[in-house]
């Protein structure tokens, strides 16, 4: 209970102040190396699962993004088969701040930066109504414990209004990629969405060979018809 008080009270205050150092900049070499083989890693993962949609004005959005660390990767595989597209991340903790007074949407602007048509929202999943064509989300909390370690108030947890409500937002024959980490969770999350109704094609454990993560990662196919 106390934890929960204390996540409710940080999450009100750093969403209230929206405290942060401006114009971060990544200046750590090997950082900047691991972000682009992890890069790489989520392009090359997009490559494998998503049939590409070759119409205009394609719309994508990630769930999720934290610091979108990762943005360059998903616009270069949409990149390499449209010229017209919008690429939103939407995040409900943007104003976390990091042990070195940044944010994650200060953090965020960085990576997004020198992408076109790139929109990072610092929002709720649930507050979004617009439809998609793609929709990627890794990582999601679909077990308390995850949700309540990164200091988030528990009464954002909602694993399956969360996940029905993004299915809705798939557009007609949209797509939407879901990677969990451990096979407990990958189980949990093919238990939420047989009971939800939604259909799913099982990928199994994710790899590629630009990156290997610690903890292996699993993936769901769903496609909205």
């Known amino acids: 209970m106390f934890t929960d008080f ?16 401006k114009n971060f900049v990544e200046k750590d070499k090997n950082l900047i190396e691991r972000n682009i083989r992890e890069n790489d890693y989520y392009r090359d993962v997009l490559e494998q699962f998503f049939k590409k949609n070759l119409k205009q004005n394609l719309k994508i959005l990630d769930i999720g993004s934290k610091n979108w660390f990762y943005a360059k990767g998903e616009f270069d595989f949409f990149n390499s088969f449209s010229s017209n597209f919008l690429l939103k991340g939407v995040e409900l903790d943007a104003h ?14 960085y990576h997004i930066k020198n992408l076109k048509n790139v929109e990072y929202l610092a929002d709720n ?13 890794f990582l ?4 308390l414990k995850p ?4 200091g988030l108030p528990k009464k954002f ?4 209004k969360m996940l029905l409500h993004a299915y809705n937002l798939l557009s007609k024959n949209g797509q939407m990629l879901i990677i969990n980490q451990g096979e407990k969770e990958a189980q949990i999350q093919k238990e939420l969405l047989e009971k939800l109704g939604i259909k ?4 199994g454990k994710i790899e590629s060979e630009f990156f290997e993560y610690k903890n292996e990662r ?3 196919l769903i496609k909205q018809k």
Do not use: Q
């Open 157 to 160: 947890f909602k694993p399956e």
């Open 147 to 150: 949700l309540v370690f990164w």
């Open 6 to 21: 204390k996540n409710t009270i940080d999450f009100f205050i750093r969403n209230k102040t929206k405290f942060s150092r």
């Open 125 to 137: 999943l649930l507050n979004i109504e617009e439809k998609f064509d793609y929709i990627t989300w």
């Open 96 to 109: 976390r701040l990091y042990s070195n007074f940044y944010s994650r949407y200060e953090v965020a602007k």
């Open 140 to 143: 999601p909390f679909i077990t």
């Open 200 to 203: 799913f094609l099982e990928l």
């Open 218 to 220: 699993f993936g769901f």
